[in-house]
């Protein structure tokens, strides 16, 4: 579940616990602008909703999880580890636009009869297929006249060139 508080006018916090990473945003908007702000942590699993201080210029997030409390700072568009007791790493990323950059990994895309995928990354169109994959780099061609060859060919067997290992 994701927590959202209003710092001010255009100024949102979200956190949310995904698996052992608590990951808060930072969210300004203005006039045709959006910059969003966030750090992953590592400090496990929620044992109840967080809780923020709010002050002037931030606030203080309180995560409770089964390795203890962690306070994270928010000030501005900073976010920081305050203290922690079981917490580890911090990932920070950052943009400006005046679309948003979303925090979770982008769903296949579909368009008509066409369909996008980023993990691993492909395209279909019609009949027509791309795939960015590690399998599709290993496929091996003849060198001379193009035909698909085995890992384990030493010739070709369309044209009996010599191949390269």
Request: aromatic share 4%.
């Amino acid at each position: 579940m994701i927590y959202h508080w209003e710092l001010g006018t255009g100024h949102q916090i979200s956190v949310d616990n995904e698996g052992a990473q608590t990951v808060v945003t930072i969210l300004h908007t203005s006039a045709g602008q959006q910059q969003r702000t966030s750090n992953s942590f590592t400090t496990g699993i929620w044992l109840v909703p967080p809780e923020m201080s709010m002050t002037p210029t931030g606030g203080t997030l309180r995560v409770t999880t089964p390795s203890g409390e962690s306070l994270i700072q928010i000030q501005g568009n900073s976010i920081n580890m305050q203290s922690s007791q079981g917490a580890s790493q911090s990932t920070t990323s950052t943009s400006s636009s005046s679309t948003s950059t979303g925090i979770k990994p982008m769903p296949p895309l579909q368009m008509g009869n066409m369909q996008m995928n980023m993990q691993p990354m492909s395209m279909k169109m019609g009949n027509l297929e791309l795939n960015m994959d590690t399998t599709a780099s290993q496929k091996r061609f003849c060198t001379e006249c193009g035909t698909p060859v085995k890992p384990t060919d030493k010739f070709c067997a369309s044209c009996g060139h010599k191949l390269e290992l």
